[in-house]
């Protein structure tokens, strides 16, 4: 997808799920309470148009639910009444999301003539016995044919992981993450698990079923994986959920919910990234790391965290964090005299 794509969202909620899994209530995630039909799409659309630019290229997307899972007549109509926004230029293409068990060559085939360019893999975990207590339906082998199916048929492939699900560690979540990369996604979309109230999750929870995936504890799987996707070139398009009224208002009743889950996990693995290179310095010195400029707000943390932790743990004197003039990160000691 172009850098200066827009994403136009239209939400299915549920529709063509065949199971229920435990953590899911897509009506609370998506603030959409009504059933989708044609003509609701049709409406969105039309509301839309005046804010549409010429120079900007557009891609309709049907986010929630499984959409290749929905009754065969709904996906034909909702497709339907994309044909003239497409042909007309309103849209450049489509993006679905969907399960990995609800993918062939069959709906691909059909996803390709209606110019869907982007598939969304809901993977979620490569672990089978995850999968199961979870209540997803589908095994960590469906991924993997569905994954090489949507490659073959040359679609856009974005996958998303979930963190902190039931039986989930953080040793299973490092091999989810190494196993999804090795499927070559365009992206992928890292998910620590929410506590929604009035889910299967939720009663497990209040029950202390199932131990609470914390921020904290989502911040370090998630710096744990980041740089697994990192290093093999694949883009990260967010961490954690959208933030929401219902969600910031109660919705979200545990869990790895925050606004600014991404930022934190950023900051985290720029902390372990320092502390690595202040393991050879003395204790007692003035300490000066020069970073990459676009990314001094990830080193220096949130309030300056990190630059606290760091001079707490290592004990040093100061610490100051400051814009490199290239994009290396060098650690001076002593008084650091700026150019």
């Known amino acids: 997808m172009s ?8 939400f299915v909620p549920h529709y063509g799920c065949p199971h229920q899994c435990v953590f899911c209530d897509q009506k609370s995630i998506s603030g959409q309470f009504e059933p989708i039909t044609p003509v609701s799409v049709q409406s969105k659309i039309e ?49 679905v999301s969907t399960r990995p068990d609800a993918i062939d060559a069959k709906c691909l085939e059909k996803l390709k003539h209606y110019h869907v360019e982007t598939i969304e893999l809901g993977a979620q975990s490569m672990d089978d016995e995850v999968l199961f207590l979870s209540g997803r339906g589908h095994s960590a082998a469906d991924v993997r044919n569905a994954a090489s199916l949507i490659r073959a048929f040359g679609f856009e492939l974005i996958i998303q992981m979930m963190t902190g699900l039931p039986g989930d560690t953080i ?30 999750l939720y009663e497990k929870w209040k029950a202390g079923v199932y131990h609470e995936h914390s921020v904290e504890e989502a911040i370090e799987f998630c710096s744990a994986i980041v740089p697994v996707f990192q290093q093999e070139g694949i883009r990260i398009i967010r961490i954690g959920l959208n933030p929401s009224d219902d969600l910031s ?41 020069c970073v990459p400029e676009a990314l001094l707000s990830q080193y220096t943390g949130q309030h300056r965290i990190n630059v606290r932790k760091l001079e707490d743990s ?26």
Not at 3 to 10: E, L, N, R, S, T
Not at 83 to 95: A, L, N
Not at 174 to 192: F, N
């Open 249 to 289: 208002s109660g919705e979200a009743a545990g869990g790895a919910y925050h606004p600014a889950l991404g930022e934190l996990v950023m900051n985290r693995i720029r902390y372990n990234e320092m502390a690595e290179l202040l393991k050879s310095v003395p204790r007692g010195n003035e300490v000066t790391i």
């Open 47 to 95: 509301e839309m148009h005046a804010g549409i630019r010429g120079d900007e290229q557009i891609q309709l997307a049907f986010y929630g639910g499984s959409f290749t899972a929905i009754p065969e007549t709904l996906q034909n109509a909702l497709l339907e009444v994309t044909v003239p926004y497409i042909e007309d230029g309103t849209f450049s293409s489509i993006r």
């Open 171 to 200: 040793s299973r979540t490092r091999e989810t993450a190494r196993e999804i990369a090795s499927l070559h996604p365009d992206g992928v979309r890292i998910y620590p698990t929410v506590i929604l109230r009035d889910t299967p």
């Open 314 to 339: 290592f004990m040093l004197k100061s610490l100051r964090i400051r814009p490199a003039k290239d994009d290396a990160v060098t650690v001076y000691t002593g008084a650091f005299q700026k150019d």
């Open 3 to 10: 850098a200066k794509q827009k994403i136009f969202p239209v």
